[in-house]
Structure formats: structure tokens, C-alpha cells
């Protein structure tokens, strides 16, 4: 009993430190009965000068602007001009179905929702690592939002924006639209269906989103992100060459995994989907620079196959098979680059590289942890101390400053040697010998798997089928 009271003053003593570190504004967002505009009054935590929308375009779609402070309009044309004295509060309207109209294809004018890339509408200072937006929704009867930001339990249509790497532009949405809440592995998943009458999101591809983000537990227990969004996103035609032709993660003030998917496909082509899995897997990093990229895609790469063996959508053969032609592919791809030159270039064709240096990286780091402790340590229990302690991040990482962690994180070193011996190297790390000792042997195209080999233990802790307390129920 006594234990959990201090612990209860402690977690209040750091959260009072943490909001006192970092500044909070309150805006208040209204947005109008036909969703033509939106109005945003902005309240600063202290005066602010450098107020902008990220996106160039931004500026073509405010109708108007005031300091609210002292009741005087402010420029608009070409640019927001903030006085050098600051302000404290801001009054700005957006033309929002102007600024909906860049992303004609999914405003097709049939379905009674705008759908908008927030840089386009959201004027604010920038965020330090501590300071966070309190957003709150004035929405009209039948509207709803759905923004990429974390809802605040107690307070309706309210959102905390934080700092974040801003990998790339977040989606919001105003209007009817399908959004449901589902826990899944300890998290809160926000799966929203971006609507669409010619080849609208189905019941079942929402189930199938869900079991298959649940299938990300099977490393460490856990959804990495206590909360995230999905965004369904239907393909313009139907009948296209996969039921999930593209998918991508936005860390964008909270994270978006946007997966554009075909709902007139049948079932089993979901289930053989790895689009997915590849892209919750990658919650399972923060975001890291763009040298670094090879690390965050072979991390994923690396999961989404020992993933979804472990959830018995792949036979242990299936994922070795993909796994060994991946790493074959890597090796094959631009000998002469380095991981890091690779991945920083310009240079074209370094897809396989970029993709599966950092999967071969993952497959040594893992097996090396599992065989020196006996089974006891683990890549999945590495991430899951990792998770704990650092995500989701608000901030870019280098992958050195990942591998650095990693090794904190266990009890002899392993990482940062390994990164210093090929994220700079040309050439591919060796992974044949090693894939021997698992006993993934290649004959002619295929892989045969050996169950006296010296390593078939650690191989079948891999990739054996594994069950969650969902999949078993
Ligand atoms: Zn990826």
C-alpha cells in the first residue's frame, strides 16, 4: 500500500515537472455548419512571434487574421506578418474547401466530409521539445474530427499537439466519416475510414486492421504507441494490384499510419498483406534521420516477416524464404555504397540496400543476444525496455544515438559495434554463415530448413507460431 502512494506523489511530481518545463497554448477551433471555413483563436502561453502554417501554400487559404489582444487586423497577403512585439492571441479564419480542393482525390464532392492536410489550416509558433497545444473542436451537429493528435480523456473533441519529427504532412478530416476506438495490446487505436461512396472501407477490413496491428504484440507484448491512428484510405479504383498498394507512417504531432487499401479485395488477399505489418512494425523505432534509414526499414522489414510467422500467416518456410531473398537482394544491391551513403544519397537503385542492411543488422544483433544469454535476451526484449524508456519520441534520432541506447539498455554491448562496423562500410553484413547455423540452407531457389543445425533452437524462437491473449480466445 505504502509503495503505491509514494509512487502515485512521484508520478504527480513529475507530470506538474514536465508541464512546468514547457509551454501549453489553447487554441479553440469552430468550424462552420457547411465546413466551408474554420476559425481558430489561438491563446499563447506567452507572446510568440514566428506563428506559421507548415506549408507553403498555407497563406493562399486564410481569409483573415487578428491580434485578439489588441483588437487589430494583421496582414495576411502574401504572408501572415506577426508585429515584432509578439502576440498573445490569435484570431484566423481558413478557407477550408479551397484548401481541401489539393487533395481532389479524395474530395470527390460525394461524400459529406472535407479532407485536409493540417499544414494547410494549423497556424501556430513552433514547438519546442516540452511545449504542447491544447486543441479544442467546436463542431457543429453531425460533424466530427479526426485529427492525428491524442484525444484528452476528459475533455470531448479536445487534443494534445505535441512536438514531433514531422516526417511528413497528417491528415484531418471534418465531417461524417467512420471512426472507432479499439484497444489493442494496452494502446488505444483510432482506426478512421476515410469515406469513399464508389469503393467504401468494409466492416471486415477494419477487423482485419485491428487483429493485424494486435499481431505487432507478438514481439514484446505491447502496441509501441499508447495511442496511434490508422487511416484507411480506399483506393480510387477498385480492383488494384494488392489490397494495400501503399502505406506510410506520418509522425506528424502524433503518429498516423496511413494504409491505402482496395475493399472490393477478397479476404485472403489481406491476410497475405504485409503492407501492414511493415508499417506498425516501424512504431516499434522513433524516427530516425534520413542516413539512418536503412535502420528504421530493416527493423521493419526484419519484424514484418518474423511477425507474421509468429502469428501463423507465414510458415516458418515462407518467412526464412523471405527473409533469405531479401537479404540476397541487399547484398546484391549497389555493393560500392555504404548503408548510411545509401541511405542519404541521391544515388537510384539503392532500394535493397536501404531496405535490407538494416534487417541483416537486426538478424545478427538478435540471434547474437539470444545464444549468448540462452534464450533469456532478445531484439523483442531489447525494444520493449526501449519502448519504456523512449517512445513514442517526440524528436529525429541518428542511428547512432539508437544503437547507443540499445546498448544501455543490456548488459554487454552489441549494437554500437555493430554499427561501426557497417553503417559506413561498403558491402553488405555477412549473414550466409549465419543463416547455415540456423539451419536455413539454400537449395536451387529454396530454402530448406535443417532441425540439426546448431542454431534451429534460436531459428524456431524466431519464428515458431506464437499465441496472444486475443489470437488464443
Ligand atoms: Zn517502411
Known amino acids: 500500500m505504502r509503495t503505491i502512494i509514494i509512487k502515485r506523489l512521484w508520478l504527480v511530481a513529475?507530470?506538474?515537472?514536465?508541464?512546468?518545463?514547457g509551454a501549453t497554448h489553447?487554441?479553440?477551433?469552430?468550424?462552420?455548419?457547411?465546413?466551408?471555413?474554420?476559425?481558430?483563436?489561438?491563446?499563447?502561453d506567452a507572446a510568440v512571434t514566428d506563428v506559421s502554417a507548415r506549408s507553403r501554400s498555407a497563406s493562399e487559404f486564410l481569409i483573415s487574421a487578428h491580434d485578439c489582444g489588441r483588437d487589430s487586423a494583421l496582414p495576411v497577403a502574401p504572408r501572415l506578418t506577426i508585429p515584432n512585439s509578439g502576440?498573445?492571441?490569435l484570431a484566423y479564419r481558413v478557407d477550408?474547401?479551397?484548401?481541401?480542393?489539393?487533395?481532389?482525390?479524395?474530395?470527390?464532392g460525394d461524400?459529406?466530409?472535407?479532407?485536409?492536410?493540417?499544414?494547410?489550416?494549423?497556424?501556430?509558433?513552433?514547438?519546442?521539445?516540452?511545449?504542447?497545444?491544447?486543441?479544442?473542436?467546436?463542431?457543429?451537429?453531425g460533424v466530427d474530427v479526426s485529427v492525428p493528435w491524442q484525444p484528452l480523456a476528459d475533455r470531448e473533441n479536445t487534443f494534445r499537439l505535441t512536438s514531433s519529427p514531422q516526417s511528413g504532412s497528417a491528415i484531418s478530416i471534418f465531417g461524417k466519416f467512420a471512426a472507432e476506438t479499439v484497444r489493442v495490446a494496452e494502446a488505444d487505436l483510432s482506426i478512421v475510414s476515410v469515406p469513399s461512396r464508389a469503393n467504401p472501407i468494409s466492416a471486415e477490413v477494419i477487423d482485419w486492421t485491428r487483429t493485424t496491428a494486435e499481431l505487432i504484440a507478438l514481439a514484446y507484448g505491447r502496441f509501441p504507441n499508447p495511442y496511434a491512428r490508422v487511416l484507411l484510405l480506399p483506393v480510387a479504383t477498385r480492383r488494384s494490384e494488392s489490397a494495400v498498394p501503399f502505406g506510410r507512417v506520418v509522425r506528424d504531432g502524433g503518429n498516423t499510419i496511413e494504409l491505402m487499401v482496395d475493399p472490393s479485395r477478397p479476404r485472403e488477399s489481406f491476410l497475405d498483406?504485409?503492407?501492414?505489418?511493415?508499417?506498425?512494425?516501424?512504431l516499434m523505432l522513433p524516427y530516425i534521420d534520413r542516413d539512418g534509414r536503412w535502420i528504421s526499414e530493416g527493423f521493419a522489414q526484419y519484424y514484418q516477416n518474423i511477425l507474421l510467422a509468429r502469428a501463423g500467416r507465414y510458415t516458418q518456410q515462407v518467412a526464412w524464404q523471405k527473409l533469405n531473398n531479401g537479404l540476397v537482394r541487399g547484398r546484391d544491391s549497389t555493393p560500392d555504397l555504404s548503408p548510411n551513403e545509401a541511405a542519404g544519397g541521391d544515388e537510384?537503385?539503392?532500394?535493397?540496400?536501404?531496405?535490407w542492411s538494416g534487417a541483416a543488422l537486426a538478424l545478427l544483433a538478435d540471434v547474437e543476444l539470444r545464444r549468448r544469454s540462452a534464450g533469456e535476451e532478445s531484439l523483442d526484449h531489447v525494444l520493449g525496455r526501449f519502448q519504456s524508456c523512449c517512445l513514442p519520441s517526440r524528436r529525429t534520432w541518428t542511428g547512432m544515438e539508437l544503437f547507443e541506447k540499445f546498448d544501455a539498455l543490456i548488459d554487454e554491448p552489441l549494437f554500437v559495434d555493430l554499427y561501426q562496423r557497417h553503417a559506413d562500410a561498403a558491402g553488405f553484413p555477412e549473414f550466409r554463415p549465419?543463416?547455415?547455423?540456423?539451419?536455413?540452407?539454400?537449395a536451387g531457389r529454396n530454402v530448406r530448413l535443417a532441425d540439426d543445425a546448431e542454431l534451429a533452437e534460436i531459428r524456431d524462437s524466431l519464428t515458431a507460431r506464437r499465441y496472444t491473449a486475443e489470437s488464443s480466445k
Not at 348 to 355: F, G, I, S
Request: contains cysteine; proline residues 3%.
Open 96 to 108: 477550408l474547401e479551397k484548401a481541401a480542393r489539393l487533395n481532389r482525390r479524395y474530395n470527390q
Open 87 to 89: 502576440l498573445r492571441c
Open 348 to 355: 537510384r537503385n539503392t532500394r535493397m540496400k536501404v531496405y
Open 434 to 442: 549465419l543463416l547455415d547455423r540456423l539451419g536455413v540452407f539454400v
Open 111 to 141: 461524400t459529406k466530409s472535407l479532407i485536409v492536410r493540417i499544414p494547410l489550416w494549423m497556424w501556430r509558433p513552433r514547438l519546442g521539445g516540452a511545449d504542447e497545444v491544447i486543441v479544442s473542436f467546436e463542431l457543429p451537429d
Open 273 to 282: 498483406d504485409w503492407t501492414a505489418t511493415h508499417e506498425f512494425s516501424h
Open 26 to 44: 489553447e487554441y479553440v477551433v469552430t468550424v462552420a455548419e457547411d465546413l466551408g471555413e474554420i476559425q481558430g483563436v489561438a491563446r499563447f
Open 14 to 21: 513529475f507530470f506538474v515537472a514536465t508541464s512546468a518545463a
